[in-house]
């Protein structure tokens, strides 16, 4: 009686892993193809890059005296605490 109810367990978990497995690889393949129909149909619309501003080379930019008085008293502060 022991074996037969060990063999019904293997077989049982046999059936409940060979069904997960095929219904995993199913599940995979049926994504592939629907990846690949929603590519082919709707690619995606191409999507021109802004454009970067020249860097400035020898050139400082502007900047307003208060922010810059700022700044400084800023970096004043800083190091007056190290």
């Known amino acids: 009686m022991q074996d037969t109810l060990m063999q019904q367990g293997i077989d049982l978990m046999i059936y409940g892993m060979g069904t997960v497995l095929v219904f995993l690889t199913l599940l995979v393949i049926a994504t592939l193809i629907m990846s690949r129909f929603v590519m082919r149909f709707f690619p995606d619309p191409v999507v021109a890059e802004p454009s ?14 208060a922010v810059r008085s700022a700044i400084e008293k800023a970096i004043a502060l800083h190091r007056a605490r190290r």
């Open 52 to 65: 970067r501003p020249a860097i400035q080379t020898g050139r400082t930019a502007e900047v307003d005296p």
